[in-house]
Nanobody, 126 residues
Framework: VQLQASGGGLVQAGGSLRLSCVASGRTLTNLAVGWFRQAPGKERAFVAAISTSGITTYYADSVKGRFTISRDNAKNTAYLQMDSLKPEDTAVYYC????????????????????WGQGTLVTVSS
């Protein structure tokens, strides 16, 4: 499976961006999706996750109410809508996939995901 993340860029504080993650090599069916981010000098951190069916979503406290994760299995694509962006959201954002037979399962653990994209840089200016 290959993942291509896109949609990053430079935005002013308060602005919005939508990240996309396209999977190739297999369908998104039975794959939970996670978004993570890594700021300079920091460890990779959980942002949001969505279950295979989309019935369950899970967010880090720092983005709850501002970010929305979604998926379109027919397009093999997952999304991260980011609103009300803050300078502290600046990071490289990664999408990841985890094979899962459970329709409602999600995880915030970096170690548990099977496939990772190359990352897309989001820079929020103050």
């Amino acid at each position: 499976v290959q993942l291509q993340a896109s949609g990053g860029g430079l935005v002013q504080a308060g602005g919005s961006l939508r990240l996309s993650c396209v999977a190739s090599g297999r369908t998104l069916t039975n794959l939970a999706v996670g978004w993570f981010r890594q700021a300079p000098g920091k460890e990779r951190a959980f942002v949001a996750a969505i279950s295979t069916s989309g019935i369950t979503t899970y967010y880090a406290d720092s983005v709850k109410g501002r970010f929305t994760i979604s998926r379109d299995n027919a397009k093999n694509t997952a999304y991260l809508q980011m609103d009300s962006l803050k300078p502290e959201d600046t990071a490289v954002y990664y999408c990841a996939l985890k094979v899962s037979p459970y329709s409602a399962w999600v995880s915030n653990s970096v170690a548990i995901y099977d496939y990772w994209g190359q990352g897309t840089l989001v820079t929020v200016s103050s």
